[in-house]
């Protein structure tokens, strides 16, 4: 039981909003040390599984040269770009990124869009200078409001997406869990085709939800540009 203090390390450090990868690696040492392993021995369990999976690490190549783009002029680019199509709204424009981002998730192609590489270098500042050729200059709460919103696209579209590719780690656990423990013959194919339905629904909810940002933002709930232009209406 004491190794299940663990996850109350975990629960607690981000209930305080701690740095998450201090609070696992803290919770991973208390979980070792608690269930009996020795110093060297959580040390090497922590080299062991950095090394199985520093794929996850290909991110970093990424970052310097995101940097140098956004140095010269990426964002205020992107920014111009969208004010050229007159009829591509806030909540337009993130439904079709999130529905690029799940066609591209369920071929395989996980790497093609993300945070560090679209969203923010690209499809924010693209969103936030729709809403600024509509309503004016944006609030503070509204530019944050249009950024999680791209955020919230881009995290639907790959994990509602990638479910559908029958290749992709999530279905094959699935598949090797399942045909080892319960002796079945469960194919990953068998899988993927259930994915679809459950994508298509998160597919049409957020696409809503990204739709009804426009809405919104017209509507001044967090433009402050449109709610200077109420005030003045509740004025005269």
Request: proline share 3%; glycine share 10%; net charge positive.
């Amino acid at each position: 039981m004491l190794v299940l203090l663990g996850v109350l390390v975990v629960v607690i450090g981000f209930a305080t909003r701690r740095n998450p990868l201090l609070v696992v690696g803290v919770a991973g040492i208390a979980t070792g040390l608690l269930g009996g392993l020795s110093p060297q021995k959580v040390l090497a369990a922590f080299g062991t599984g950095f090394a199985s999976s520093r794929a996850v690490t290909i991110f970093v190549i990424t970052l310097p040269v995101i940097g140098l783009l956004e140095r010269y002029g990426l964002q205020e680019q992107a920014r111009r770009l969208i004010t050229r199509f007159a009829g591509l709204t806030t909540g337009r424009f993130l439904a079709l990124y999130l529905l690029l981002r799940q066609i591209t998730a369920a071929l395989g192609l996980l790497s093609v869009f993300g945070h560090a590489q679209t969203v923010r270098p690209l499809a924010a500042p693209m969103a936030e200078g729709a809403a600024e050729r509509r309503h004016g200059p944006l609030s503070d709460k509204a530019r944050e409001k249009v950024r999680s919103f791209a955020a919230s696209a881009d995290n639907v579209g790959l994990f509602f997406g990638e479910d559908v590719f029958l290749a992709v780690g999530s279905i094959l656990l699935i598949t090797g869990f399942v045909n080892t423990t319960y002796h079945t013959h469960l194919e990953p194919l068998q899988l993927a085709l259930w994915a679809i339905p459950t994508a298509l629904c998160a597919l049409t909810i957020h696409g809503w939800r990204l739709l009804r940002l426009d809405r919104a933002l017209a509507a001044g709930d967090t433009g402050a540009g449109a709610r200077e232009a109420l005030d003045r209406k509740a004025a005269k």
